[in-house]
């Protein structure tokens, strides 16, 4: 900006330009012409270029870096042949400077654009200033992204602005809950309010866990009818979801699960935007919110007794394009409490059968240990199988107490990974997995 300002005030002297001036100019140009880019990719051609001020301004920006790009690589040429062509240009490099005090203007706003990128059409607060990814679920469930500070801040809910809402709209009456065992910040930011549930990406939280919350939640609640909490994940959804609807059960503003998933979707997800669903997606998410309901209205807010089973085996239908297609691929991986207990490949505790008429490939697990509460199985492919969440093939999550008849059947839709509708080219719509339990 110095530069353009010596060019634009020193009329007099030498009409040859340095060449490390022509490098800066140029910079500068190129920086402006990346911002009316971003801007119209964010916005829309059709959109942005509706304002007359902003086809001006990419006019502009284009015609000065042209204009630069000619000095940087010309300059010796022309002023030898138009030697008062850098006088004539001035006014050029004067709009540079009002550009550079417009972008200062614009920067807040060009934040702002690409936040709602980032964040697509989830319901946002817009309104006395704020412009933030975050949902008012009820009057007293708030529901929002990661609060982020640094880089993160340009594209996510700046930490401060969050505060700023939260200290405006709701001062000492408001608790948060970070949901993310992958990322946290100095809970000072919120006034030492901070609770965390460490609960990884795209999985779920132990019923355990969801108790505890919604209790925890319910005794703040009844504190002051001016209480409010704040739930967050990193993008507001999955986990978030899922714990927002245990305490919509638990305290009975809903009954079923189904209508407490249905709610949280329709207050995240903002339809004026775009149609695209921004409620809970994962099956395993889903499947628990389904086990709280049943810790809600049959166990009455405790937990079910401890079931211990092992797994006798793994069906799986329509295995045909699924990798090799006959199992020999596949390799299995269980976790309990966060550990591995348990793994097998065609090679490794497991005896792998491809049975090629029904289109199945039945896994005989051998020395399986004991199981209980929450177990997740997850699923590897040495082909070419997309890998999405867990980099895995496929996994899901399941309660041991809440296996009816030593089994339990997952159709496609109920497998996390499967589930996706760009993984459809890989398993069919009769892809499924079926669970055969032993008593121990």
């Known amino acids: ?30 920086f402006f012409f990346m911002d009316v880019s971003l801007r119209v990719f964010i916005e829309g051609i059709r959109p942005y270029f509706s304002d007359i001020f902003n086809s001006l301004d990419a006019a502009i920006i284009i015609v000065t870096l042209l204009v630069d790009i000619t000095y940087l690589l010309y300059d010796s040429i022309l002023a030898k042949i138009f030697p008062r062509l850098r006088i004539v240009l001035r006014p050029v490099r004067l709009v540079i400077l009002i550009r550079v ?62 505060v700023r ?41 132990s019923l355990s866990e969801m108790l505890a919350f919604s209790m ?6 009844a504190q002051d009818k001016d209480n409010v909490i704040v739930v967050h994940c990193k993008g507001g959804k999955g986990r978030t979801g899922t714990m927002v609807c245990a305490y919509l059960l638990a305290s009975e503003i809903f009954a079923t699960a189904e209508d407490s998933l249905y709610y ?88 792998i059968f491809h049975d090629a008429e029904t289109d199945r490939v039945i896994i005989l697990l051998s020395k399986c240990p004991p199981l209980y509460d929450e177990v997740k199985v997850k699923f590897f492919s040495s082909s070419a199988l997309p890998k999405y969440y867990e980099n895995c093939a496929f996994f899901f999550w399941f309660h041991m107490s809440f296996i009816r008849n030593n089994r339990l059947y997952l159709s496609r839709s109920e497998l996390d990974n499967p589930h996706k509708i760009k993984a459809w080219k890989a398993y069919s719509p009769q892809f499924a997995v079926e669970v055969y339990f032993d008593d121990i």
């Open 264 to 351: 949280f979707g329709e207050r995240r997800t903002d339809k004026s935007t775009s149609s695209k669903f921004q409620g809970i997606e994962t099956p395993s998410q889903n499947r628990f919110v389904g086990y709280f309901a049943m810790v809600k209205n049959i166990y009455n807010l405790t937990l079910p007794p401890i079931k211990k089973l092992t797994i006798k085996k793994f069906v799986i239908y329509s295995i045909h394009g699924v990798g090799k297609g006959n199992g020999r691929d596949l390799k299995v991986q269980i976790i309990m409490q966060r550990k591995t207990v348990f793994f097998c490949s065609a090679s490794k505790n497991c005896r």
């Open 216 to 221: 925890e939640v319910k005794e703040w609640m």
């Open 1 to 30: 900006m110095a530069l353009i300002i010596k060019d634009v005030i020193f009329l007099s002297g030498t009409t040859q330009i340095s060449l490390e001036s022509r490098s800066v100019s140029f910079v500068i140009a190129f």
């Open 101 to 162: 005090f417009h972008l200062a203007y614009q920067k807040r706003h060009l934040e702002m654009l690409t936040r709602r990128m980032v964040s697509g059409n989830k319901r946002r607060y817009k309104k006395d200033g704020f412009d933030l990814d975050l949902t008012y679920v009820t009057e007293r469930i708030i529901a929002m992204s990661f609060p982020s500070s640094g880089k993160q801040s340009f594209y996510r809910n700046p930490i401060k602005e969050v």
């Open 165 to 205: 809402f939260l200290d405006t709209k709701h001062p000492n009456h408001y608790q948060v809950y970070n949901l993310c065992s992958e990322r946290a910040y100095d809970p000072k930011y919120f006034h030492h309010r901070v609770h965390r549930y460490l609960i990884d990406d795209h999985n779920v939280p």
